[in-house]
């Protein structure tokens, strides 16, 4: 839908699943010159949502966007949100885009007003959800700034162990800084889990009491926080066993129904970004040389293999073939799903919940992937998805899909509505409010 100038300059533009829309409002900015008061742009997944972000990150008007393809408008609302309540309590003195009409960010380096905030892997301070100001202060200009605004913030959001790692001297040297604020620890995934499963894969297993130390130092990390937040059940209980308050927000991920049926598609597909020695790399090339051997005796051979993804893996470049297109980055995943009949995902070792998984199957296309991926999904197997232990049945399972038109269609039904239950962008939306409030939050078993 074109917006009518008067309405891009008036109101704010808040976009939390439609890249292709930011984008157009990237360049109507750019190309026609109209400035909208703000541009909150969220988009989630795979689908030109990296080049969107990026686009409107060169636009001189006020913007908030979360960087990557994490996203989704729970998100989005959410920032809008805050944005307006903090902006309202902002001490005298504190500016923001909106009010002088400049071209800097809503909230700039000197005044932001974030309710949720994380410091990342490279001890950067970065705003969260909007990832736009504070980059590379380091934990003394951390400190720094909580001290200038201390007793402002009511929720400190940090990512990932070595986030809450690096984040602990400061903790522990500056208590004060942390006074009042609820600390919510986004684990994501129980990365020691992963650790040890990849281990065993490769033939190097630990032995139970090295496994069992790797996974007490990672849920350690969390002693004294308000809340832990994970994205399945299987990452919470052991948080949960050792007395951790735990909460679990998985993904947000709308459903597209409009896709073809299964007489318009053939062969599979592979999304996933591919570096030496991943999980993608290991799963893809494992199936290859073992899988796709037993897909050559179906009558026709086997199905094309298109694999989607960044590539930095020589080992995965040196596959292409006529059997297996190896297509790197895609600015459009739709219509990498629509002509496929059936998405693998053959990870043999992982943490969290598999995102590549969730959007394959809410844009239509049915899903086999290992075992441990539908374990860790909770997903019905053979119903919501084809699960495998082996290549055998890996490949059992995909003839049966391509085979089977009623079977494709009851399994890509069923995921539909797995999807709908589990990652409702409206249900995301009510989780996030739960936890920046401290109310308890509603779970999906």
């Given amino acids: 839908m074109r917006f009518g100038w008067y309405v891009l300059i008036v109101f704010i533009v808040l976009i939390g699943n439609a890249p292709l829309s930011l984008a157009r409002i990237s360049r ?10 703000l541009i909150v742009g969220m988009p989630v997944g795979f689908v030109n949502v990296v080049e969107s972000k990026l686009l409107t990150g060169t636009c001189p008007v006020p913007q908030i966007v979360l960087d990557g393809r994490r996203g989704g408008s729970a998100l989005a609302v959410t920032t809008l949100q805050m944005g307006s309540f903090l902006t309202a309590a902002l001490p ?35 705003p969260e959800p909007a990832s736009m100001a504070l980059l590379g202060l380091g934990m003394a200009g951390l400190e720094a700034f909580l001290e200038r605004r201390r007793g402002l913030y009511d929720v400190l959001w940090i990512s990932r162990p070595p986030n809450l790692q690096a984040l602990a ?12 604020m609820r600390l919510i620890y986004d684990s994501e995934a129980l990365f020691a889990l992963r650790e040890i499963g990849e281990l065993a894969v490769k033939g190097r297993p630990l032995t139970p009491a090295q496994a069992q130390a790797r996974l007490d130092a990672e849920l350690a990390l969390a002693q004294d926080l308000s809340q832990v937040v994970v994205v399945s059940q299987r990452d919470a209980q052991p948080f949960r066993e050792r007395g951790h ?3 679990i927000l998985s993904h947000a991920m709308p459903v597209r129904r409009s896709v073809p049926g299964p007489k318009r598609r053939a062969g599979l597909v592979f999304v996933g970004a591919l570096h030496p020695d991943t999980p993608n790399e290991d799963g893809l090339l494992w199936f290859v040389e073992q899988v796709l051997p037993r897909l050559r005796a179906r009558p026709g051979g086997a199905p094309v293999l298109e694999v989607v ?18 297509l790197g980055a895609q600015a459009d995943l739709r219509p990498c799903y629509d002509r496929a009949r059936v998405f693998i995902a053959p990870v043999r070792f992982a943490g969290g919940v598999p995102v590549k998984v969730i959007e394959a199957a809410a844009q239509g296309i049915p899903v086999v992937a290992s075992a441990i991926l539908q374990r860790q999904l909770g997903w019905q197997d053979g119903r919501d998805i084809q699960g495998a232990r082996d290549a055998e049945a890996f490949a059992r399972a995909i003839a049966h899909l391509l085979d089977d038109d009623a079977h494709w269609q009851a399994q890509q039904a069923a995921a539909w509505a797995r999807c709908e239950a589990d990652y409702h962008p409206d249900d995301f939306a009510r ?9 308890p939050t509603q779970e999906h078993a």
């Fill in 431 to 439: 989780q996030v409010h739960r936890l920046l409030l401290g109310e």
């Fill in 309 to 326: 993804g960044e590539c930095r893996s020589p080992r995965i470049a040196a596959l292409a073939s006529a059997e297996v297109r190896v």
């Fill in 169 to 180: 001297p400061l903790r522990a040297r500056r208590p004060e800084l942390f006074a009042g």
């Fill in 28 to 37: 109507y900015v750019l190309e026609e010159g109209i400035r909208p008061a």
């Fill in 92 to 126: 005298t003195g504190f500016s923001n885009g909106l009010a002088d009409g400049g071209t800097n960010p809503l909230f700039n380096s000197s005044d932001i007003s974030q309710l949720v905030m994380q410091v990342d892997a490279n001890q950067r301070f970065i």
């Fill in 245 to 247: 308050p735990v909460s």
